[in-house]
């Protein structure tokens, strides 16, 4: 009875301080949540833009220079071929040096002199990427989406000599509808986000695509986009709704300094507030049924636990007294007395079993949790390294954040961080890089450099580390969080020996950890050296 009144109490309380205190503790989280899920989308947007304009800019540039293109014959056959496989050019062309189109997909423009326009201007001087404009000499002339002025993006590279005189342009207009196809495939799989919205804005902050009539206009809330730092917000737009909005600014790519493009997206907030509501009421009818059937459950459970309790109680007793041929009984009843009826019974067998596995795990070189290779096998591989006329660099990576997941959520959800988190590294670096799992949090890399196989820029690589690691790691249906700090080292210039680089990496990584966390050192012989991994305090 103790244990049913308990459990009944203990269920309505619980219930009711949730329901009283949750409502406004979710809806920030939830606001949070969905912010991080805004910006993270309008990234992803941004991204995939400038993706797109830095692979169109270098396959104009690469083209330019195939000599054999400097023939309007050829030209015309490789302009058509492409024109052919790729639906989003509108048309492309080449030029000879006063802008007179010499070559033309479909024939359009044959003939014409664009010698005034920017697409043969600024590309007779280098490769040129311009911002998006509505049709000029096209218009009518190429396919749109209905309803919709048709618009271009242009690209153009200078056809030279090998003096490096242009004779000419190689130019394509790329039809804007692509990007109106980037934001279909993005919102499909987010079809459950009520009222979610996209808008993608240029340079000057003119809407290039959003919903009707702000194509065109500046966007209606200036101060969504008055910083260059993406974020999130909630701002009230001009009809009168609070919209949680992620802002992400395009930054280019590689070589490609991009076209200065802002992706928005927002959602009503109003959606977050009901989904608190409905949180909140469905806690407190589920507390008050619980309450209920846990008083009924609690006065079962207490006989079914206490009497096989009491068995194994009697029977350990016995053995204590001395009593020979006495066995730990195998009882039934709830799960975890049986294993811990089984557990006493086969103790030592379990415990020479035990030995055996450790001795297994001992010989073996993989980490069983990430599937990644062990202190054993890198320790191994630190100890038999020869570069030969190469050199390597060396990274001390050691997670941030994880041991609050393990206290709040327990070993599951701690391992399954650490899983994932396995999966990202080994998916980031090359076949013939070595990245291991230390223990705990710890991970260290080598990353061999070769003439003939140059190594990753060590910096560049470092930030697609930290910003794999810092993606949510999903776990049942939470999504948590965890970042990472990074040492880094190189042989042979921070030293001959191998361990010594591993010294000074793990130096590194101390400073990266007092620094702030979550971002990557580089040693140097200010940095004062560490213990060799030894797991630092998290």
Not at 97 to 117: E, F, K, P, W
Not at 154 to 169: F, H, M, N, W
Not at 222 to 247: C, F, Q
Request: aromatic share 6%.
């Amino acid at each position: 009875m103790t244990v049913a009144i308990t459990l009944a109490v203990l269920v309505l309380c619980s219930t009711l301080a949730k329901g009283l205190f949750i409502g406004n503790g979710a809806a920030d989280a939830l606001a949070a949540e969905i912010g991080s899920s805004m910006t993270g989308l309008a990234q992803s947007l941004a991204r995939q833009l400038d993706s797109t304009m830095w692979a169109r800019a270098n396959q104009i540039a690469a083209l330019s220079r195939i000599e054999a293109l400097k023939d309007p014959a050829v030209a015309q056959s490789t302009i058509d071929e492409l024109k052919r496989r790729d639906p989003t050019i509108a048309w492309i062309g080449m030029t000879d040096a006063t802008g007179r189109v010499v070559a033309a997909s479909n024939g359009l423009l044959m003939g014409a002199d664009i010698g005034s326009r920017p697409v043969h201007q600024e590309g007779m001087k280098s490769l040129f990427v311009g911002d998006v404009h509505e049709a000029v000499a096209l218009r009518g002339k190429v396919p749109h989406l209905p309803g919709e002025t048709p618009k271009f993006v242009d690209v153009s590279a200078p056809l030279q000599k090998a003096d490096g005189t242009p004779i000419g342009v190689l130019a394509a207009h790329y039809s804007w509808d692509w990007a109106q196809g980037a934001i279909r495939q993005l919102i499909e799989p987010l079809h459950d986000r009520k009222g979610l919205t996209l808008y993608i804005l240029s340079a000057d902050g003119t809407v290039l695509i959003g919903p009707d009539p702000t194509p065109g206009k500046p966007l209606p809330v200036p101060t969504v986009t008055a910083t260059l730092r993406d974020g999130w917000s909630r701002d009230v737009w001009p009809d009168g709704v609070t919209y949680v909005t992620g802002v992400a600014h395009g930054k280019g790519l590689h070589d490609y300094a991009g076209l200065g493009w802002t992706v928005v997206a927002r959602q009503p907030a109003d959606v977050l507030y009901a989904e608190t509501n409905r949180l909140r009421l469905k806690i407190l009818g589920a507390g008050l049924v619980l309450a209920l059937l846990f008083s009924v459950i609690g006065w079962f459970a207490a006989g079914r636990i206490a009497r096989p309790l009491t068995a194994i109680a009697d029977a350990a007793e016995r053995l204590r007294h001395g009593e020979r041929g006495v066995v730990i009984p195998e009882v039934g009843g709830a799960a975890e007395i049986r294993r811990l009826s089984v557990s006493l019974r086969d103790l030592i067998s379990l415990t020479n079993k035990d030995a055996a596995l450790m001795r297994l795990e001992d010989i073996a070189y993989e980490d069983r949790l990430t599937a990644l290779p062990n202190r054993r096998y890198f320790e191994q591989y630190v100890e038999a390294f020869t570069g030969g006329d190469g050199s390597a660099t060396v990274m001390c990576i050691d997670l941030d954040g994880r041991k609050p997941v393990n206290d709040r959520l327990g070993h599951d959800a701690s391992d399954a961080v650490l899983r994932q988190v396995g999966r990202r590294l080994a998916a980031i670096v090359r076949n013939d890089d070595v990245i291991a799992r230390l223990g705990d949090d710890e991970f260290a890399a080598i990353l061999p450099c070769r003439a003939s196989h140059p190594g990753p820029d060590s910096a560049e690589l470092a930030a697609r580390i930290i910003a794999a690691v810092n993606e949510p790691v999903s776990f049942g249906s939470q999504s948590l969080r965890v970042g990472c700090s990074i040492g880094i080292a190189a042989w042979p210039e921070d030293g001959t020996d191998m361990a010594a680089v591993l010294r000074h990496a793990d130096a590194a990584l101390y400073k990266a950890k007092r620094e702030g966390r979550n971002r990557a050192v580089r040693w140097s012989p200010t940095v004062a050296d560490a213990p060799v991994h030894t797991a630092p305090s998290h």
